[in-house]
Structures are given as structure tokens and as C-alpha cells.
């Protein structure tokens, strides 16, 4: 078993020799340089407070836990049906891509940041460091269990329609309760750090250093156990069939428009991944908006809908690039209006739940009608229209439906450019729908003619550039696809050409200039207008009457202000214009 996990390390460690190369080499490293803050923070809480040092713990399980959920599906450099050939017994496997995923950015920073025991050891004693040792790399090990088993475990639940759904409806309120975690600590009075995360597994290495020797055995235990339903998963993820789909009546057309459509909405009910998006989205949104009712506070019910607008937009950004390389057959077919194929078929399966969740809760509410009818319209137009637009000037290259891996979650292997056109996204929805809201907020009932109207530019406007995009660019879309590197074309992103102070300022505008924007500046607005007044990080909230509104369209200038830096530095340039100075 040592050589089999020996073999697996190394071959892991060849692989991601050669693998980071020009931006995915620059995107890993901008990980690696802010997991390494966020493990110097850790650490730091060592020499603060243990509590506080539990706590971040609990974060980093959270973040190992959620992460790749949302990412791609994980690490996937070796797949377990890479070795499905070799007869090797589920436990040996399993134990050799353990190994295997020891290696890694991610988990060198972790372990970065699990030398907190080690601090918080050395503080105590010499047993106690003696004992933080064993319980570093106990930890790390259950953090990367845990990831691996919960990957399996919607993996899995994903080749069933009823697993799809459930597991997208759990992650979607997960995110949103952790998006929402103030609220909850505000219902339960909570003010400081929670007694239950020194229980959590997360905190059994700190437990196990200050003195509660058990929690170093449980550690051990919980390994072999984890190690056991992990080769357990992967049995059944490598021998798992395909669900069929036999007895489906065929959908029917009679142009080729209605074709598209008919396409559209057969994979939308069928891609079990976009049955999980879907339910994620509406149950992210549902979460998310009815999170202050802990509070008694039904004010943030009615953005249900437009929250899951923009959420489900985000989840279809690479709408083009999960098709694979079946682009050829909308390349082979110029009759056919594709772009606009998509967009009604995408209105056609968002659209009725968008409007049944925001009329019936607006109505359970109260209000604000003009607010929410001007919304609506405006942020379903900009995600019918930006949806195939971002998916066709900046396609991810995915991998093809029918040879997606073991882990449905797996849709390509950039996770991310994956990552990034989400968020790009949702900050270009959410902007679709701000001439609509401030209309509805300055002028009431005139911001719903405001919101069907650019709704409507939005989805005619954005739709006709990507059909121009696909006519004038298909093959080199289709090269990208197939060969997942970009053809030289006449117009090239500046990113490549940048220099290094260029590219990092670029990528804490593009990374956090959501942070200004919506927290601090959005919601804070909403809370200020609501007579909510003093809530926890909200700047805007603890300021005298005369400054709240300020400040809030103060930082939203500034989150506007670092994606307008962050585009314009990165923007496509062509070739005559110069090269980038630094």
C-alpha cells in the first residue's frame, strides 16, 4: 500500500509540473498568495485566542467542505477511473489518491495554516507540542477526507433526477445560510465565538493539544472511517451506470428557431447538472431572502425572485462551453437562429418560476410593488442576453456530456475560469438591473416601463452580438473547445501582456469589488432604508442620519469604480494599439 501511495504522489506531482502554464498559472497563483494571508490570519489567532483559533478552523472545514462543491467537483488530477484496469482493491485505492491529494497548493497552505497547534502547543508545553505534531497532519487529513467523501456523495446523488434536485436545494440554502450567518447569530444572541465549534472535527486537533488526549484518537478514528466510505464511494462511482433515457416522447418543431428551443428544453430536463443548478439557484434565492424572518423582518422576501434570477445566470455563464464540441452543430447549421433558440428557451424555464416566486411573496409582503415589478423584467432581458454573450466571447472550454468522469460535478477543467465568469456574471446582471431600480426608487411606477424596456434592449442587443460573435469566431470557438488552448486572432486580451503590478491590481478589483458593491453598499442601503440600523459589519448602518445614504452610494461608486479599473486594464486591445508598459 506504501509503494501504491508512493507511485500516486509522484504521479501527482508530475502532472502538476507541467500543467500551470500563462493564466492558469497566474490564477493559481493568486489563490496561492491569498491562501497563504488567510493562513498567516490563522496562525496569527493562535497568538490572540483560542476560541478565535477554533473557530477559523471551523472556517478552513467549511471552506474544504463547500469549496470544490462549487468549483468543478475538486481536484481532479488523478480520476479513480484512471486506474479502474488495475484491479487494486477499493481500500488501496482510495489510500493512494489520498496521497495523492496531499499534494497540492491547497493543502501545503492548509497545513500552513494547522501550524496554529503547533503555536498554540508550544504556548502550553512540551507535551503539548510534542502533541501537535501528529494532530497537524491528523487534521489535514480529515480536511481532505471530508471534502473527498462529501464530492463523492453528490456526485453520485447527481446520476439520479430526485439526488440532483435534493443536493442542489441543500447546497443552495447552505451557501445562503452561510452568506446570511449574521442573522443568525443576531436571532440567538450570540456575540461571541460558539462553544460548538471546539466540537466540531475541525476543533479535535486543538482540543487535542490543550490537554483532551481523546481527541487525538478520535482524529485517528474519524481518518480510517472517512478513509473506509471514501473506497466505498469510489466502488460505486466507478462502476455506477448512466440513468436511461428510454420512453421520452420526442419534442417537435416546425422551424428551426422552435428547434433550438425544443433542443434547449429537452437538455434542460434531462442534464441532470443543469437540474442541479436550477434547484440551486431557486433554493439559494428562497434561503437567502427569507434568512431575516429569524428576526422578524419579511422585507428582503420579495428579491426571492430577482436573487434567483441572478443566481441562475451565474450557474448557466459557460452555457456554450457545457455543450462540448457539439458547437460543430451549430456551426453546420447557419439557418438556425442558435442564440436565439437559447435565450427563449432559457426564459422559458426560468422565467415562470422568477415571476411565481416574486409575485406570490411581494403579495404575502406588501411591497414594494414598483421596485419589484421594474426588477423583474429588467434582470430576466440582461440574463437571457448575457447568458449566450459571455458564453461565447469568453467560453470556458468543458468537457463533453457523454465523457464527464465518475463526478458529474466535473463539467471542465478550468475551475477557474469557471469561477471567474460566474462572478463576472453576476456583477453584470446585477448592473442590468440598476437603471431599473433607481427609475422605480426615484420615480415609482415609471421604473416598471424603465425595467421592461432595457429588459428588452438587453435581451434583443446582447443576443444579436453573440450571434454576430458565433458567425464571425465559430471555428476558432470550436477550436478552443476541442483543443482547449486559444487560436491567435486579431484581437488579444492585454492579461498575457501585463505587467505583474498590472495583473494584481487587476485581480483584487475583479476578486473584491463585489465586496463594496453589494454588502456594503447595496444591502447596507436596503437596511437604511428599512430603519435597520447597527448591523454587524454594515459600515453605513452605524453612521449619523446624514451620512448612512452617503456612505453607502460611496462604496457602491468604489465597487463600480474597481470592476470599471479591473475591465478597462484587462480589456481586448488590438494589435496595433502597442504593447502594455507596467
Known amino acids: 500500500?506504501?509503494?501504491?501511495?508512493?507511485?500516486?504522489?509522484?504521479?501527482?506531482?508530475?502532472?502538476?509540473?507541467?500543467?500551470?502554464?500563462g493564466r492558469r498559472a497566474h490564477t493559481a497563483g493568486t489563490g496561492a498568495a491569498?491562501?497563504?494571508?488567510?493562513?498567516?490570519?490563522?496562525?496569527?489567532?493562535?497568538?490572540?485566542?483560542?476560541?478565535?483559533?477554533?473557530?477559523?478552523?471551523?472556517?478552513?472545514?467549511?471552506?474544504?467542505?463547500?469549496?470544490?462543491?462549487?468549483?468543478?467537483?475538486?481536484?481532479?488530477?488523478?480520476?479513480?477511473?484512471?486506474?479502474?484496469?488495475?484491479g487494486l482493491p477499493?481500500?488501496?485505492?482510495?489510500?493512494?489518491?489520498?496521497?495523492?491529494?496531499?499534494?497540492?497548493?491547497?493543502?501545503?497552505?492548509?497545513?500552513?495554516?494547522l501550524?496554529?497547534?503547533?503555536?498554540?502547543?508550544?504556548?502550553?508545553?512540551?507535551?503539548?507540542?510534542?502533541?501537535?505534531?501528529?494532530?497537524?497532519?491528523?487534521?489535514?487529513?480529515?480536511?481532505?477526507?471530508?471534502?473527498?467523501?462529501?464530492?463523492?456523495?453528490?456526485?453520485?446523488?447527481l446520476r439520479t433526477r430526485l439526488g440532483a434536485?435534493?443536493?442542489?436545494?441543500?447546497?443552495?440554502?447552505?451557501?445562503?445560510?452561510?452568506?446570511?450567518?449574521?442573522?443568525?447569530?443576531?436571532?440567538?444572541?450570540?456575540?461571541?465565538?460558539?462553544?460548538?465549534?471546539?466540537?466540531?472535527?475541525?476543533?479535535?486537533?486543538?482540543?487535542?493539544?490543550?490537554?483532551?488526549?481523546?481527541?487525538?484518537?478520535?482524529?485517528?478514528?474519524?481518518?480510517?472511517?472517512l478513509l473506509a466510505v471514501w473506497a466505498a464511494l469510489l466502488t460505486r462511482r466507478v462502476g455506477a451506470a448512466r440513468a436511461s433515457a428510454r420512453g421520452r416522447r420526442p419534442i417537435t418543431a416546425g422551424t428551426a428557431t422552435g428547434a433550438v428551443v425544443a433542443k434547449e428544453l429537452r437538455t434542460w430536463s434531462r442534464d441532470l447538472v443543469r437540474?442541479?443548478?436550477?434547484?440551486?439557484?431557486?433554493?439559494?434565492?428562497?434561503?437567502?431572502?427569507?434568512?431575516?424572518l429569524i428576526l422578524g423582518w419579511d422585507g428582503m422576501l420579495p428579491y426571492a425572485g430577482p436573487i434567483f434570477i441572478v443566481m441562475a445566470a451565474a450557474m448557466a455563464a459557460n452555457l456554450y462551453?457545457?455543450?462540448?464540441?457539439?458547437?460543430?452543430?451549430?456551426?453546420?447549421?447557419?439557418?438556425?437562429s442558435d442564440v436565439r433558440g437559447r435565450q427563449l428557451a432559457w426564459l422559458s424555464v426560468h422565467a415562470p418560476v422568477a415571476i411565481v416566486l416574486t409575485v406570490t411573496l411581494t403579495a404575502l409582503t406588501g411591497g414594494p410593488w414598483p421596485l419589484i415589478l421594474a426588477l423583474l423584467p429588467a434582470l430576466l432581458g440582461?440574463?437571457?442576453?448575457?447568458v449566450p454573450l459571455i458564453s461565447a466571447y469568453a467560453l470556458v472550454p468543458g468537457t463533453d456530456p457523454h465523457r464527464r468522469a465518475g463526478n458529474p460535478l466535473r463539467t471542465s477543467e478550468d475551475d477557474g475560469g469557471l469561477t471567474g465568469l460566474a462572478y463576472l456574471m453576476l456583477a453584470l446582471v446585477i448592473l442590468t438591473g440598476a437603471p431599473a431600480a433607481l427609475a422605480a426608487v426615484w420615480y415609482g411606477w415609471a421604473g416598471v416601463a424603465t425595467g421592461v424596456l432595457t429588459g428588452a434592449l438587453c435581451c434583443w442587443g446582447f443576443g444579436l452580438l453573440a450571434e454576430r460573435r458565433l458567425r464571425a469566431h465559430g471555428p476558432e470557438l470550436l477550436h478552443v473547445m476541442r483543443t482547449g488552448r486559444k487560436p491567435h486572432t486579431t484581437m488579444k486580451f492585454r492579461f498575457d501582456q501585463l505587467s505583474k503590478t498590472q495583473k494584481t491590481i487587476a485581480s483584487w478589483c475583479l476578486g473584491f469589488g463585489a465586496i463594496p458593491l453589494v454588502p456594503q453598499g447595496i444591502l447596507a442601503a436596503v437596511f437604511v432604508a428599512n430603519d435597520m440600523l447597527r448591523h454587524s459589519w454594515f459600515l453605513a448602518t452605524y453612521m449619523p442620519p446624514g451620512l448612512r445614504y452617503p456612505v453607502a452610494a460611496a462604496f457602491i461608486l468604489l465597487g463600480l469604480a474597481m470592476y470599471g479599473a479591473g475591465v478597462w486594464i484587462v480589456k481586448p486591445r488590438s494589435p496595433g494599439s502597442g504593447p502594455s508598459r507596467g
Open 1 to 21: 500500500m506504501a509503494v501504491i501511495a508512493l507511485t500516486m504522489a509522484r504521479m501527482k506531482l508530475a502532472v502538476l509540473r507541467h500543467a500551470f502554464h
Open 34 to 86: 491569498l491562501g497563504v494571508l488567510s493562513a498567516l490570519g490563522t496562525v496569527y489567532l493562535a497568538f490572540v485566542d483560542p476560541d478565535l483559533l477554533a473557530a477559523g478552523y471551523a472556517v478552513w472545514l467549511l471552506g474544504w467542505l463547500l469549496g470544490p462543491l462549487f468549483m468543478g467537483g475538486g481536484d481532479e488530477t488523478l480520476r479513480p477511473e484512471y486506474f479502474s484496469l488495475l
Open 90 to 113: 477499493p481500500r488501496r485505492l482510495a489510500a493512494g489518491l489520498l496521497a495523492a491529494a496531499f499534494v497540492g497548493v491547497a493543502p501545503l497552505v492548509s497545513l500552513g495554516a
Open 115 to 157: 501550524l496554529g497547534l503547533l503555536v498554540a502547543g508550544v504556548r502550553l508545553g512540551v507535551a503539548n507540542a510534542l502533541v501537535a505534531v501528529p494532530a497537524m497532519v491528523l487534521q489535514l487529513a480529515v480536511f481532505v477526507l471530508l471534502s473527498k467523501v462529501s464530492v463523492a456523495v453528490v456526485g453520485l446523488a
Open 165 to 225: 434536485i435534493v443536493s442542489g436545494l441543500l447546497n443552495g440554502a447552505v451557501l445562503a445560510a452561510l452568506g446570511q450567518i449574521w442573522i443568525f447569530f443576531w436571532a440567538f444572541g450570540q456575540t461571541g465565538v460558539p462553544a460548538a465549534v471546539w466540537y466540531l472535527p475541525s476543533g479535535w486537533g486543538l482540543l487535542a493539544v490543550r490537554g483532551r488526549w481523546w481527541a487525538l484518537a478520535a482524529l485517528a478514528v474519524l481518518v480510517l472511517l
Open 275 to 292: 437540474n442541479h443548478q436550477l434547484t440551486f439557484a431557486l433554493s439559494y434565492g428562497l434561503c437567502f431572502a427569507a434568512s431575516p
Open 321 to 336: 462551453g457545457t455543450d462540448g464540441t457539439a458547437l460543430w452543430l451549430t456551426l453546420m447549421t447557419p439557418g438556425a
Open 382 to 386: 440582461g440574463a437571457a442576453g448575457l
